[in-house]
């Protein structure tokens, strides 16, 4: 069964750095590239980074670029995106997807590039 889990999540002070990961199963992230989404509360799906195992390249949006990580363990099968300099903006529920969609231009933010999604896991920012 191809399934994606999360963990990690939790309450965090403001300036905390929490890890992230998103185990893999039934398919091979390596082969892949994959995202991670959150949706902050009454706000929709936001787009936030991307590791392209194509090229090896990573991508972020503006809103964590500097502050969050991304990256994979392949002989784990996991995904983990590095929290760091949380604000409380950054409280949201976090997910990983993966990529599916074919063709030369890539498009990381359109959802329905995405045929696998995790469960999701918390991340809630106070103090």
């Known amino acids: 069964e191809v399934q994606l889990v999360e963990s990690g999540g939790g309450l965090v002070q403001p300036g905390g750095s929490p890890r992230l990961s998103c185990a893999a199963s039934?398919?091979?992230?390596?082969?892949?590239?994959m995202s991670w989404f959150r949706q902050a509360p009454g706000k929709g799906l936001e787009w936030i980074s991307a590791?392209?195992?194509?090229?090896?390249?990573?991508h972020y949006a503006n809103s964590v670029k500097g502050r969050f990580t991304i990256s994979g363990d392949n002989a784990k099968n996991t995904l983990y995106l590095q929290l760091n300099s949380l604000k409380t903006e950054d409280t949201a529920m976090y997910y990983c997807?993966?990529?599916?969609?074919?063709?030369?231009?890539?498009?990381?933010?359109?959802?329905?590039?995405?045929?696998?999604w995790g469960q999701g896991t918390q991340v809630t920012v106070s103090s």
């Open positions: 039934g398919f091979s992230i390596s082969t892949y590239r």
């Open positions: 590791i392209d195992n194509s090229d090896g390249t990573t």
């Open positions: 997807a993966k990529y599916s969609a074919i063709g030369y231009l890539i498009h990381w933010s359109e959802l329905s590039n995405y045929n696998v």
